[in-house]
């Protein structure tokens, strides 16, 4: 049967694994169950989602591989067979699982929705853009029914909440890069405030107004059960198209429900940062570090912000907390060249040789080009 040689190629990796596992054992003389004598499958899944929801992905994919082989026909069970495989980097393998589930059950939000971030990480944007889209309008639907019951098409069943592994981390996948600046593709972020960024923050809006064509009429308000990752990867391709209102309108959405989301709020600062208006994004900057103080590329986006803005100590002094001396030094130096502040890179540059002058060969590159004038125009 097709349709199951498809399930288990795409989880061969771990299937392999576990009989490399179970060989170990036998050969330490420990006893070893006879794996053609089928297990209690309720036991079986039991086993599998408790240690899915407690983020044992090794033991939940174990257990998983084995419910699969008694009962095949699981959207929920491919679902999160691809969502472990995403999360070991298993990309190839996480999408033929996302198919899988999608063949059992086409509008399953969750394989839809994790499917949809892979062919973005991907560059298939306008093909990840048409399935974000109507995960969208699904959802949108589902709130309107909230307020109107009597007009109810949809309800949350079979929509995974936010606070799952699954959405949770979904806001961690995305990664996009420009201008030096990195933003959160994707979707899975403590210093004092500056004086200059006391602005007002964008996470009470209840309801925002769509610019584009594609969306006529107000944005509701997002509830617990709204696929957060989904508008938050909506985001992002809209900033990737310049259309950076629509973007920090979604973005603002997410915000609503979680006004902490350090990535969303780097993605926020990082839009603003795109259309030219400096002040805000090192407020959303500041926001995301403040969330979540390990995040490294917020902190790595606040720094480039400085040495943008000429405040190259306070970029060294930010840089430093998430990057070593030599990588701090040649991301100053690089932004500056692209600034034309050609004496200023060639400091920092030479700093970097300095600090690591036998493997540090991309400093070295980059001074030639600042040697060369190359920050200059030439």
Request: a negative charge; one cysteine or more; aromatic letters at 8%.
């Given at each position: ?183 959160y593709n994707a979707a899975e972020t403590s210093d004092a405030d500056s004086a200059e960024t006391a602005v007002v923050p964008h996470a009470d809006i209840q309801k925002v107004k769509i610019r584009g064509a594609e969306q006529d009429g107000p944005l509701l308000a997002l509830d617990e059960h709204s696929p957060l990752a989904c508008y938050s990867a909506l985001g992002i391709i809209f900033d990737l198209w310049d259309r950076y209102g629509e973007a920090r309108d979604h973005y603002s959405l997410v915000l609503v429900v979680n006004r902490d989301d350090a990535k969303t709020l780097n993605n926020m600062g990082y839009s603003h940062y795109l259309e030219g208006d400096l002040i805000l994004a090192e407020h959303y900057f500041q ?92």
């Amino acid at each position: 049967m097709k349709f199951k040689a498809q399930i288990f190629r795409s989880v061969a990796v771990a299937v392999m694994s576990a009989q490399l596992l179970l060989v170990g054992c036998a050969s330490t003389g420990k006893t070893v169950g006879n794996l053609s004598e089928p297990e209690d499958s309720e036991q079986l899944r039991l086993r599998a989602d408790t240690a899915y929801e407690a983020g044992n992905y090794n033991l939940a994919l174990k257990h998983y591989i084995k419910v699969l082989a008694q009962a095949p026909e699981s959207a929920e069970v491919l679902y999160r067979v691809g969502f472990i495989q995403e999360q070991k980097e298993s990309f190839r393998e996480a999408e033929q699982a996302y198919s899988d589930a999608l063949e059992l059950q086409p509008e399953y939000i969750p394989a839809r929705l994790g499917k949809a971030l892979i062919m973005l990480r991907k560059g298939q944007v306008h093909r990840a853009f048409s399935d974000l889209e109507a995960i969208r309008e699904q959802d949108q639907e589902r709130l309107a029914a909230k307020l109107f019951p009597a007009n109810e098409k949809n309800s949350p069943e079979g929509v995974e909440s936010k606070k799952t592994p699954a959405y949770r981390s979904s806001l961690n996948r995305l990664e996009k890069g420009g201008a030096g600046l990195r933003q959160y593709n994707a979707a899975e972020t403590s210093d004092a405030d500056s004086a200059e960024t006391a602005v007002v923050p964008h996470a009470d809006i209840q309801k925002v107004k769509i610019r584009g064509a594609e969306q006529d009429g107000p944005l509701l308000a997002l509830d617990e059960h709204s696929p957060l990752a989904c508008y938050s990867a909506l985001g992002i391709i809209f900033d990737l198209w310049d259309r950076y209102g629509e973007a920090r309108d979604h973005y603002s959405l997410v915000l609503v429900v979680n006004r902490d989301d350090a990535k969303t709020l780097n993605n926020m600062g990082y839009s603003h940062y795109l259309e030219g208006d400096l002040i805000l994004a090192e407020h959303y900057f500041q926001r995301s570090v403040r969330a979540k103080p390990e995040f490294k590329r917020a902190w790595s986006n606040l720094a480039l912000l400085y040495a943008r803005l000429g405040k190259h100590q306070q970029a060294e002094r930010t840089l430093r907390r998430v990057a070593d001396t030599p990588d701090a030094m040649n991301d100053i130096g690089y932004f500056a060249l692209l600034q034309g502040q050609t004496d200023v890179a060639k400091r920092y540059l030479q700093r970097a040789i300095d600090s690591s002058p036998t493997y540090f060969g991309l400093a070295q590159d980059n001074l030639r080009y600042a040697q060369q004038g190359w920050g200059d125009g030439n």
